[in-house]
């Protein structure tokens, strides 16, 4: 059984940084399509980045540049690194994980979703 265990989240100023984390259980993170989505509160959930089996990563264009995705093989474990924040970034991010062929910012594709680590960003 897969699960995603996210933390990192925390309080942070404008400008500021914050790296996130997902440990993956009960599979391989080099192996399968990874991802991180985020909902601020009265928003749909957005997809925020992906990595997929080949290390190949795709940002929104509203983080690009900013927030980087990685993998960590030797520790099963998913990043967020999060620079230059904005009060906009302030949002629920998720861990995400499928595996199906196709590895795209699509969240209906994602199978497996962690329980979130809350982001916040103040003025």
């Known amino acids: 059984q897969v699960q995603l265990v996210e933390s990192g989240g925390g309080s942070v100023q404008v400008g500021g940084s914050l790296r996130l984390s997902c440990v993956v259980f009960?599979?391989?993170?080099?192996?399968?399509?990874f991802g991180w989505f985020r909902q601020a509160p009265g928003k749909e959930r957005e997809g925020v980045a992906i990595i997929n089996w080949s290390g190949a990563t795709t940002a929104s264009d509203s983080v690009k540049g900013r927030f980087t995705i990685s993998q960590d093989n030797a520790k099963n474990t998913l990043y967020l690194q999060m620079n230059s924040l904005k009060p906009e970034d302030a949002a629920m991010y998720y861990c995400?994980?499928?595996?199906?062929?196709?590895?795209?910012?699509?969240?209906?594709?994602?199978?497996?979703w962690g329980q979130g680590t809350q982001v916040t960003v103040s003025s």
């Open positions: 009960g599979y391989l993170v080099s192996s399968n399509c």
């Open positions: 995400a994980a499928h595996f199906s062929s196709r590895c795209a910012l699509v969240q209906a594709d994602f199978a497996y």
